[in-house]
């Protein structure tokens, strides 16, 4: 994984002006093989989701189980710090009460004291024809207001089609769709549910959806990270 620090400050403006921001090469390319590789590795689950029986889409996904492996570990605790500090602002902002402890682990504590005791990174599998529909990551009371996906697969070389597409819906408007360029090993950064955005008359808050339009061609494999633990 790429060593530097990330900026909170970049990540923040991003997120205010386009709704979203990406982290350049966040996993290497041997490791983005290596984790879409172990797809089918035994024990390292704890579900699998076969997205076309709950209307989710088309394709499949597995959530990983504790203990998780130690990338996916280091990369959600590195990850979640500046988050925690976007995430508090936001939710002064738009009067919500939720507010984030500096580390991971501290949030996970008050996750596993509500009840909210299992692990929600996952990885999901799309193949030609595969699409994610347009939804929110919502697993219980308490909701980390940011969330991270993690492109393992090269496009145009492994798969084509297969973009990932974020929506926003603000108050009285027509929703409005952006497609995230993503590559190899990049990450981008959203909002779970909802994010805060300026007004003319204060601030106010934009419903988001995410999802995936359909691949084209080949397969396409992305690591998702999930803040908060799952009921
Ligand atoms: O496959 C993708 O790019 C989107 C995955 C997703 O819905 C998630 O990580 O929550
Ligand atoms: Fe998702």
Same mark, same amino acid.
């Given at each position: ?16 002006? =386009? ?18 590789? &172990?797809?089918?590795? *035994? ?19 597995k959530y990983y189980d504790y203990p998780l492996p130690d990338l996916i570990a ?13 995430? =508090? ?6 009067n919500m009460d939720q507010r984030f402890p500096p580390t991971h682990q501290q ?24 699409? =994610?529909?347009?939804? *929110? ?9 940011? *969330? +991270? ?7 145009? *070389?492994?798969?084509?089609? /297969?973009?990932?597409?974020?929506? &926003? ?18 990450? +981008?950064?959203?909002?779970?549910? =909802?994010?805060?955005?300026? /007004? ?5 808050r934009v419903n988001m959806r995410h999802g995936v339009s359909e691949v084209r ?15």
């Open positions: 994984m790429n060593s530097g620090r990330i900026s909170g400050t970049e990540i923040a403006h991003s997120l205010d002006q =386009n709704g979203y921001a990406v982290l350049k090469g966040v996993i290497s390319q041997s490791d983005c093989r290596a984790l879409a590789g &172990e797809y089918n590795a *035994q024990d390292i689950y704890r579900s699998r989701v076969v997205m076309s029986r709950h209307g989710f889409g088309q394709g499949e996904y280091s990369l959600r605790a590195r990850l979640y710090e500046p988050l925690a500090e976007i995430g =508090n602002k936001w939710n002064a902002l738009m949030y996970l504590d008050l996750c596993h004291a509500a009840g909210q005791t299992k692990a929600t990174p996952l990885l999901l599998k799309y193949g030609a024809g595969d699409y =994610n529909c347009l939804h *929110q990551d919502v697993y219980g009371e308490l909701l980390f207001p940011l *969330q +991270v996906a993690c492109l393992l697969s090269k496009p145009g *070389q492994d798969f084509t089609g /297969g973009e990932f597409v974020l929506t &926003e819906q603000r108050p009285r408007m027509q929703s409005r769709a952006v497609v995230v360029p993503l590559d190899q090993g990049d990450a +981008v950064v959203f909002p779970v549910r =909802n994010r805060p955005k300026q /007004g003319t008359r204060g601030t106010y061609s080949g397969h396409r494999h992305t690591l998702g990270i999930i803040f908060h633990d799952a009921q």
